[in-house]
Structures are given as C-alpha cells and as structure tokens.
C-alpha cells in the first residue's frame, strides 16, 4: 500500500522553515552587532527573513497540530486508488472500473495524476503539494510504482513527461 497523507506535507514544510530560520538567526546574531552603524538593504533583508522564516513554521506547525489536516490525500492498494484533494472531497476508484491511469510531469515540479475510467469519467489531483519527493526530484517515481505494482494490468499505467516551449 502506498498513501500520502496531508499532514506529512506540514511536517516537511516545518523542516523547511526550521533550517532557513536557525541561520537568519545566527546570521543576525554575527553580523548585527559589528555593523549596527551601516544598515544597509543586506541586512534589512536578512531582519525581515528573521520574522518571515519563524512565521512561515508556526504557520505550518499549527496545521501539523491540526487534527483536520490529518487525512489521506492518494492511496493506492491492491483494490483500487483512493484520491482526497480536499477534505471529505475523496473518490476511491476499483482497479476494475480503470482504463488508465496517467503520471504527468510538469515543468518546475508540476506533477499531476489522471484517472479515466471505463464509464468516461476522468479525476485529475496535484500531487506536487503533498510530498517533499515529488516537489524536489520533479516525478512521483514512489507513487508510479506503487500503480504498477497492484494494477490488475501494468498497461493500464503511463507516464508522460510535459514540456512546455517557449
């Protein structure tokens, strides 16, 4: 079984906070105090990311808390796949109702997922926003894998990799 869950999402975007804070604050820390005679627009930036970066993890340590947040966003079993974008919004598809089941990879990390069904319904769900894999190395390789894996027929998966040009 493969799932993401809503509340890893805000678990990782705390970690990402964390890190730039821990060095505003050090950076303010040695270098305010020798230059506190020059404000310059460096270290006006560097201030404001000191309230920004610490803002941004409380923002998201109070979703984390959330008990809301705490949901699955994608789940693929050996039944079928389950997709919640948002909150009692979800539609579990049997593998037996699927015709395909696409993995679009977007420019800068756009990764989405498509379901068509037999009856011509079609669901679509962003999967970028929920895992820290897919935002950073641009594909849902886990989740690609997972659908192969307990699909009835391994056909039914595709990727394809979008580009846009310019």
């Known amino acids: 079984m493969y799932e993401i869950r809503r509340k890893d999402?805000?678990?990782?975007?705390?970690?990402?906070g964390i890190?730039?804070?821990?060095l505003?604050?050090?950076?303010?820390?040695?270098?305010?105090?020798?230059?506190c005679?020059?404000?310059?627009?460096?270290?006006?930036?560097?201030?404001?990311?000191?309230?920004?970066?610490?803002?941004?993890?409380l923002f998201h340590l109070i979703k984390y808390i959330d008990k809301k947040n705490n949901y699955v966003v994608c789940k693929i079993d050996d039944y079928g796949i389950f997709l919640c974008p948002k909150v009692n919004e979800g539609v579990f598809i049997p593998w037996e109702k699927i015709k395909c089941v696409t993995f679009v990879y977007g420019?800068?990390?756009?990764?989405?997922?498509?379901?068509?069904?037999?009856?011509?319904?079609?669901?679509?769900?962003l999967l970028t926003d929920f895992n820290l894999y897919l935002r950073f190395h641009l594909h849902p390789?886990?989740?690609?894998?997972?659908?192969?894996?307990?699909?009835?027929?391994?056909?039914?998966?595709?990727?394809?990799?979008?580009?846009i040009q310019l």
């Open 37 to 57: 005679y020059k404000w310059d627009l460096t270290i006006l930036f560097m201030l404001s990311l000191g309230f920004i970066f610490p803002l941004y993890t």
């Open 9 to 16: 999402y805000h678990k990782q975007q705390i970690w990402e």
């Open 141 to 163: 390789r886990n989740a690609a894998k997972a659908a192969c894996k307990y699909a009835d027929n391994a056909t039914k998966i595709k990727e394809i990799k979008e580009c």
């Open 107 to 125: 420019n800068y990390g756009r990764t989405e997922i498509a379901i068509l069904q037999y009856n011509k319904k079609s669901h679509n769900m």
């Open 19 to 22: 890190i730039p804070s821990i």
């Open 24 to 35: 505003s604050f050090v950076w303010i820390y040695l270098v305010i105090p020798d230059s």
